[in-house]
């Protein structure tokens, strides 16, 4: 079982949609949710950051954490062609010896057509 | 405050060659990682240090690569001898586990190709 699961996609969604990303972890303890954005060509890029249950809004993104479901999802309002990129998951080891280590979903490509 | 660096941002070498990536973690940060990406393997964690230290080099595919940090300032990511399936995007990356913990900053990477 990986540590980090991902809808596959690839997603493609109108401009002004809202794009829903999913992520499912494996480890319970873990504490830190993160969502990165990777062009294509590029580094991924840091855009969410969650701890807590519930909701956390940032601009037209928003990130969902429900532990006990174990799931995170990054909500896309009003989805531009900018938005066009691959989303990857990442989710903190909690485990003494491997702490600091992320472990990184394989990513969800998405498309937002004008 | 500069992101992490890396270089060479271009490598292009033939088989057999060794090969050295370098990497400079944001100033503060004690965590340093080194990562592979493919499109068949995705991002794969080679190695990562904390503090300058080694914790888990469990991912370095085998012993043509070593990684060494010897300063907070510094790291290198080293093939020898360097063969085709080796071409990827390596990135490295810096956290610190104070404040946003465990957020991880990446930099441009280093394109690799061997011929």
């Known amino acids: 079982q990986k540590e980090v699961e991902q809808n596959s996609g690839p997603l493609s969604v109108p401009e002004g949609a809202i794009a829903s990303l999913n992520c499912t972890y494996s480890?319970?303890?873990?504490?830190?949710f993160f969502w990165y954005r990777q062009y294509s060509g590029k580094s991924p890029e840091l855009i969410m950051s969650?701890?807590?249950?519930g909701d956390k809004e940032d601009g037209r993104f928003t990130a969902q954490l429900n532990k006990a479901s174990q799931y995170v999802s990054l909500l896309i309002r009003d989805s531009q062609p900018s938005d066009s990129a691959t989303y990857l998951c990442?989710?903190?080891?909690?485990?003494?010896?491997?702490?600091?280590?992320?472990?990184f979903g394989r990513g969800t490509q998405l498309t937002v057509w004008p | 405050d500069a992101g992490v660096i890396q270089s060479p941002r271009h490598e292009v070498t033939e088989m057999g060659q060794e090969v050295t990536l370098r990497c400079k973690p944001i100033?503060?940060?004690?965590?340093l990682f080194w990562y592979r990406q493919t499109m068949m393997r995705g991002l794969e964690l080679l190695i990562y240090?904390?503090?300058?230290?080694?914790?888990?080099d469990s991912g370095m595919p085998e012993d043509r690569f070593s990684a060494k940090m010897p300063n907070a300032s510094f790291s290198t990511l080293k093939i020898q001898p360097s063969e085709p399936r080796d071409s990827a995007v390596y990135f490295c990356?810096?956290?610190?586990?104070?404040?946003?913990?465990?957020?991880?900053?990446f930099g441009p990477g280093t394109r690799l190709t061997v011929l």
């Open positions: 969650i701890y807590s249950n």
């Open positions: 990356a810096s956290s610190r586990t104070s404040g946003s913990l465990y957020e991880q900053f």
């Open positions: 240090f904390n503090n300058n230290v080694p914790i888990d």
């Open positions: 480890d319970r303890g873990s504490q830190s």
């Open positions: 100033s503060g940060h004690d965590y």
């Open positions: 990442a989710v903190n080891s909690p485990r003494g010896s491997t702490l600091g280590r992320l472990y």
